[in-house]
């Protein structure tokens, strides 16, 4: 690969000043731009909730009702959904954070602990407790950690309760929570190199600690990690099978019986299952499953039952074979809870249903929870596309389609999440989270979104998706959470070829944004850990996959949004920075701090010969020529679950979030 010679900063200083966000650079910017009044030819359209679905991330059984928690509501919440009578018979509202990722019971089954993740640590408890005999009374808060997000809970048969998480840029700590004293304590840090810790299970002399880096992975952070925490002496032991090291991530931990159940989150390689003797934990077997996640750990003493990307399988101890479980129930998704009891699998899949699995019929009852009682209420979104008839919106498990002739808003259901997406001839595209590769949907033929296209699953995360109208391939702007760094996909939807571009900026920057331009992709760089190289612009031939030229730009964050307009390449930074690029002369033309419209993450896009971009609070317009910034929708303020997002149709007309809302916005500038 060919590097044309990099921007030095004399030459930035020159081509129109520095991109302003850095320390060195910060004098050059003045204050935040402050953006014109809205203009009277600007019509905004309400089009109603954007998804509406009883989105769900956790669920445990207790007894013979299956506690389930709420992922992306608001309120924050959990229902009891009673397995006699497949109805919700109870729901309390937690008051804080976006979503219930922990659940655990204590031996009794009295009380039902829950953990809670949250976008900001406010010094609220993140900690709950449910008194499941008297479930009309709300649950209360017991405690906060100092790790944001709790991920995992344990209770050990004394009643003790023991929590991991993470909060970004902070090795992850053990926590106990004394029910007698009230006390939270934090018990040490045993892997100062992981980014996140997800599995936790207690017996009455052990706590055991998994973690790695499922997220922010890459670089010096560690791989899959297992700790023994001894509860008298206070000190961790490493006990990791060197096995299961390759893996990014301990996902999953279970005491079942006189075993320590272990199962990672693969990149590479498959997930594995390892099955450890608690009495000599060196006697330990370790196989591969046939997906890369497994989790929801259960068993009816003679398998072990998990599920994963690759569906609902069980490990026969006795042979230590793995094989799936046949039912003829519907897909079951992305599965947040499993549980056996009588021989029936208790089955709490993403898509908003309970699915009871007759192990040995080999049949299966399925139980949405909306119709069960369950409040489904407007999500958080993500990605949003348009064409002329449809417009569609991304959520957890679901494409919300909505009709734009009729008002008719249907729930399509897709594994993960779509992060984004583009309509081409009345076909939806789709990125899909996490590993999921691309997906497609085509209204005229389809009953529900389909897998198009694979790419290597370490490559999980998708983050922008454009259309190369030169070249006819789609483009998709991809980061790798385990392995660091990220790709550029390409998919010719005339031809049906694929190919994936690894780290095309650098090891360790993904693309996080993605543009076009007489068949060149234009990529921006951004770096979400603390160290090395961020913002750098790439100049690339999606066709032969080979660098052109590149601009690496002195931000103190990385570029967050990109769009061309006539020869101009513009761009928005995480934090507020926007710069304009010549593309003909490869330099830096114009840059401006509006941080005052644009604090954070932010999306563009190209419309009526103007350039839109939406942050969390506003809608704004760039004028083509000039690059003076207006406001379009004040406080616009989308619910969005991982930054926002704007689309434009083959009529100019833009489409976006206001609060929960899909709205549609007519602007018709002077120019």
Partial sequence: MQHSPSMDRRQLLRA??????????????GAPAQAAPPRPRTTVTDLGPAIEQFALMSGILVGDTVCIGSRNLTPTRLIAFHLPTRKVVARTDLGTGHSVQALAADPSGRYLYAGVLTKADEGKPNLFRWDLTTPDRPAVAVGRTEDRDIRELAVAPDGTVYAVGGIPGKAPALWMYDPGTGAVTKLGTPDPNATLARAVAATDTTVFFGAGSVLSGGGEASRASLYAYDRAAGTFTDVTPPELERDPSLRELAVLGDRLVVSTSGSTE????????????????????????????????????????????????????????????????????????????????????????????????????????????PQTVMGIAADRRYVYVGGNNVIARHDLRTGKVVNLRAPGEAKDAEVLNGVLYTGQYSGQGMWTYDPSEDEQPRQLASFPSEQNRPLDVCYDAVNRL?????????????????????????????????????????????????????????????????????????????IDLPLSTGVAALAVQGRHLFGLTRKGGFFVVDLPARRVVHTTDLRGICPGFAAMVTGREAVYGVSDTTLFRIHPKTFAVTTVVPEINGAWYSGPHVNVDARGRLYTMRGHHLVRVEDRPAF
Avoid: C
């Avoid at 129109?16 to 910017?29: D, E, I, V, Y």
């Avoid at 039952?305 to 039912?327: E, N």
């Fill in 16 to 29: 129109g000043g520095a991109l302003g966000l850095g320390a060195a650079a910060a004098p050059l910017l």
């Fill in 270 to 377: 498959a997930a594995k299952l390892a099955v450890m003797d608690l009495a000599d934990l060196s006697s330990y077997t370790v196989t591969p499953t046939r997906g890369k996640v497994a989790k929801t750990l259960t068993t009816d003493g003679e398998r072990i039952y998990f599920a994963g990307d690759a569906g609902l399988h069980a490990y026969t101890m006795a042979t230590r074979t793995i094989a799936p479980v046949a039912f003829d129930g519907p897909e079951l998704g992305e599965i947040w809870g499993l549980d056996h009891t009588g021989g029936t699998l208790a089955v709490v899949s993403g898509y908003g249903f309970v699915a009871e699995v007759d192990i040995a019929a080999g049949t299966s009852t399925v139980t949405d929870l909306g119709s069960a009682g369950a409040s489904v209420d």
């Fill in 474 to 550: 789609l483009l998709v702007g991809v980061q790798s959470d385990t392995e660091g760094g990220g790709s550029l996909w390409t998919y010719s939807p005339r031809k049906g070829r694929k190919a994936v571009f690894v780290d095309p900026v650098d090891e360790t920057q993904l693309v996080r944004a993605v543009a076009t331009r007489d068949g060149i992709a234009y990529l921006g760089g951004d770096n979400p850990t603390a160290q090395g190289p961020r913002g750098t612009l790439v100049a690339f031939d999606p066709v032969a996959g080979r660098e052109l030229w590149r």
